[in-house]
Each structure stands twice: as structure tokens, then as C-alpha cells.
Antibody, heavy 119, light 108 residues
Framework: QITLKESGPTLVKPTQTLTLTCTFSGFSLITSGVGVGWIRQPPGKALEWLALIYWDDDKRYSPSLKNRLTITKDTSKNQVVLTVTNMDPVDTATYYC???????????WGQGTLVTVSS | QSALTQPASVSGAPGQSITISCTGTSVGSYNLVSWYQQHPGKAPKLMIYEVSKRPSGVSNRFSGSKSGNTASLTISGLQPEDEADYYCCSYAGRSTVVFGGGTKLTVL
């Protein structure tokens, strides 16, 4: 059974760096074809894809946020970490991590974690 | 990488069929479109991938198709529990994806 869970601060101040951790079980990020992505959703708004990391350490980022995002993995801990620099109130959102084995689809998602950006 | 265009809302009566469209250039470029169902306060759930494939456990009332730059999700035999937000997602090249703006489905 595959599970994912996001963790990190619920409140960050403007200009700070956000660090989120996705801890997963039921699969390995050393298995060929496996990836973990991050997607966010501002309150009442649409989903927005942020980043993706694959088993071979290939990393992909949303072009619009590329300069602010870093995704890494720790296969020994079954974790994927996303950092977002220079946080702004518009970055207030629920942040999800999700498992993928196909180019277009995230088949299993974490419960999400709400991050609020406010001074 | 432009967001995909979906209607803001659709509605249908129980037992009817509805179709949600999803338009964008990336849709036309790849046969890699997925659809997600999201109930309020819940994480999205994958309903369709690679345009028309259903994951195990998803009802066959849900089907997907594509023509040109537009993908479609059809839900037949509408049920009250189908009321939710629906998002399309397309592969956009270089291992990136893009989501649509979402469609709110109301079951009348």
C-alpha cells in the first residue's frame, strides 16, 4: 500500500524560505520509472504543478517558478524535500506531494498541508 | 507552458451524462492527459490517465477521449457523489505537466 504524507511549517513570513518534506511508504525512489511530484492549490483555486523528481535524480520544475524551487530526495529515508525561496502571501496554498509512474498522471496523493504566508 | 482551459461549471441531473472539456496545445501534442476528481477538503483522486485509461477501482461511468487540442471527460449515469471539482492535466514536454483551471460539477 502506497502512502505519502507532507510535513512542514503551517505559517511562514514573507521573504522566508519554505521547506516541505514528503515522507512516503509502499514504493522506492530507486525503482526505474518512479517519481514524486509537488502540486499546490491556493484556497478556492486550481491545482498548480510545481516540481517532479525521478528515480534517476532527474529533476523538473514549473517554468514560472523554476528560479525559486529546489527538489531533492533521500532514498534512505524515503523522503522528498521541496524548498521554495522568497515566499509571498500569494504562495499561501495547500501543498501536495504525489506518486507517479506515468508521464502525465499522479496516481496517489498525500493529504496535503496548508501553508500560510503572513507577517 | 500555458494552463489548460476548462469550463468553470457544468451541471446535470442524476442519471444523465455530462462532458467536461479541456483545451490546450499540449493536449494536442501528446496522448498524455489525465483527469482528477476532488471533493471539498480532500486530495485529488486520479480518474483517467493517458487520455482514456481508468485506474483500477474507478467506475466505468467515467471515460476520457481526445480530439485535436481538446480532451474530454464524460460521466454517465450521474450520481450525487459525483458532485465535485474536476481537473485535467496534460504532459507538456520535457517531463513537465500543466493543469487546467478546474470545473465544478453540480448534480441537480
Amino acid at each position: 500500500q502506497i502512502t505519502l504524507k507532507e510535513s512542514g511549517p503551517t505559517l511562514v513570513k514573507p521573504t522566508q524560505t519554505l521547506t516541505l518534506t514528503c515522507t512516503f511508504s509502499g514504493f522506492s525512489l530507486i525503482t526505474s520509472g518512479v517519481g514524486v511530484g509537488w502540486i499546490r492549490q491556493p484556497p478556492g483555486k486550481a491545482l498548480e504543478w510545481l516540481a517532479l523528481i525521478y528515480w534517476d535524480d532527474d529533476k523538473r520544475y514549473s517554468p514560472s517558478l523554476k528560479n525559486r524551487l529546489t527538489i531533492t530526495k533521500d532514498t534512505s529515508k524515503n523522503q522528498v524535500v521541496l524548498t521554495v525561496t522568497n515566499m509571498d502571501p500569494v504562495d499561501t496554498a495547500t501543498y501536495y506531494c504525489a506518486h507517479t509512474e506515468t508521464p502525465d498522471a499522479f496516481d496517489l496523493w498525500g493529504q496535503g498541508t496548508l501553508v500560510t504566508v503572513s507577517s | 507552458q500555458s494552463a489548460l482551459t476548462q469550463p468553470a461549471s457544468v451541471s446535470g441531473a442524476p442519471g444523465q451524462s455530462i462532458t467536461i472539456s479541456c483545451t490546450g496545445t499540449s493536449v494536442g501534442s501528446y496522448n498524455l492527459v489525465s483527469w482528477y476528481q476532488q471533493h471539498p477538503g480532500k486530495a485529488p483522486k486520479l480518474m483517467i490517465y493517458e487520455v482514456s485509461k481508468r485506474p483500477s477501482g474507478v467506475s466505468n461511468r467515467f471515460s476520457g477521449s481526445k480530439s485535436g487540442n481538446t480532451a474530454s471527460l464524460t460521466i454517465s449515469g450521474l450520481q450525487p457523489e459525483d458532485e465535485a471539482d474536476y481537473y485535467c492535466c496534460s504532459y507538456a514536454g520535457r517531463s513537465t505537466v500543466v493543469f487546467g483551471g478546474g470545473t465544478k460539477l453540480t448534480v441537480l
